[in-house]
């Protein structure tokens, strides 16, 4: 090789790193609603962990280069592209953990392991005693930019909703139930600079894509027979998110349940009022209907399974219309009859339909951004904190 090639070599492996610039910003989450907030309020008499809750949770985001750190008062998190790492460090403890990508990929494969054996042994989880099958599930997402528009901390944000809703839908009775997610981003145009972020993400992928070629196809064959609407809606996600422009500068994020298979609604469709929360009276009350409904439910099951094992084949098709003379029925609850007053999860805008509950609502929001020269020593664990094992190298086995 001549002095000419090598030379066109050495710059050639120098140009990647040269094309990266840094890049980083404060991103501000805190909790602002849902049944949650109510429960903590109570819980905080007791634990002064419930107190924190909601208070907001600062984190600085860092890329330089092929590493990204993100940055919070307990914990960092550092991936590393070029080693294909990810270390966490623990502050409180003054602990940290390595895990590579290597040992990511063994995990994921080890859990297609298991989900396929569960699968060829004919006796999945969900099976009850009396052959109930698994309720069927539906995906469903929707990105709608509503055209509304508003100033987000000196920026010009337009509004784009997500809405995400799996539907759980029972074969015998037509019963269905959801868990529901609604994300009311503000997007600004560009933000200089943020394209580091955006291409640290890319390669990221990219990489993670590599490393996980051979589990893939595993995934996805194993993915249908499990649940056959998951790769529909998959597939419907991606669609649907190329709908999204610019940077989620300001985020209302909502997880809850919603009735008929309706999406949960949006933070600016239905704001939530202002709770101080159930009184110790009312945790009190609902706790001991829970627990005398949950022991009547036990109690019917149980005698249900043990009658339907005694009459044989006639049992079985006695419990499947239904059951015994009323046996495995729900006590009903009489004040389910009446009209429910709005709760921190169940309120929205006068007049709307207010048939949803929402259990948490968080909202983040991104401000400091910065192109200026990021410290390599950030990337770094600080003197003297310990190596630990991280969960997933605790569950696999020993080379």
């Known amino acids: 090789m001549n002095i000419r090639n090598v030379l066109l070599l050495g710059l050639c492996s120098l140009i990647p790193g040269a094309l990266f610039a840094d890049f980083q910003y404060d991103e501000m989450t805190q909790v602002t609603g849902g049944s949650i907030v109510s429960m903590a309020k109570f819980a905080s008499h007791f634990s002064k962990d419930a107190r924190s809750i909601t208070d907001p949770v600062n984190s600085t985001i860092l890329v330089k280069g ?28 003054k602990t940290y953990t390595v895990v590579t990508f290597q040992e990511m990929k063994q995990a994921m494969e080890e859990a297609m392991k298991k989900a396929q054996e569960q699968q060829a042994s004919k006796q999945p989880a969900p099976q009850t005693t009396n052959n109930t099958p698994p309720p069927e599930m539906k995906f469903d997402v929707k990105v709608t930019n509503t ?7 000196g920026l010009a944000a337009k509004e784009s909703i997500l809405k995400m809703t799996m ?3 029972d074969r015998q009775s037509g019963q269905t139930g959801n868990i529901a997610m609604a994300n009311d981003m503000w997007m600004a145009p560009e933000i200089p600079g943020y394209e580091e972020v955006r291409d640290f993400n890319k390669r990221f992928a990219i990489k993670m894509g590599e490393m996980m070629a051979g589990t893939l196809p595993s995934f996805k064959s194993a993915m249908p027979a499990m649940q056959p609407g998951m790769m529909s809606g998959m597939s419907d ?12 500068v300001s985020q209302t994020m909502r997880m809850g349940t919603t009735a008929d298979g309706a999406p949960l609604p949006a933070a600016s469709e239905a704001p939530l009022p202002k709770s101080n929360g159930p009184s110790a009276g009312d945790i009190a009350g609902q706790a001991a209907t829970n627990a005398t409904n949950a022991a009547a439910n036990d109690a019917s099951a149980t005698a249900e399974n043990k009658v339907a094992s005694h009459m044989g084949g006639f049992g079985n098709v006695a419990t499947s219309l239904g059951g015994f003379g009323g046996f495995h029925k729900k006590k009903k609850d009489p004040a389910q009859d009446q009209p429910q007053p709005a709760s921190s999860g169940q309120a929205g805008a006068a007049g709307a339909n207010q048939n949803f509950a929402v259990l948490m609502e968080s909202t983040t929001q991104m401000t400091k951004y910065s192109s200026a020269s990021v410290d390599s020593v950030r990337f770094g664990v600080p003197a003297g904190y310990t190596r630990v094992q991280a969960d997933i190298q605790k569950k696999q086995p020993q080379q």
């Open 237 to 248: 996600m991606v669609k649907e998110m190329s709908k999204l422009q610019g940077v989620p």
């Open 147 to 153: 055209g509304a528009t508003k100033d987000v901390a």
């Open 167 to 169: 539907q759980a839908k």
């Open 66 to 93: 092929n590493r990204m750190a993100r940055i919070s008062p307990e914990s960092t998190e550092i991936i590393d592209l070029d080693k294909e790492t990810i270390t966490t460090i623990y502050t409180d403890k």
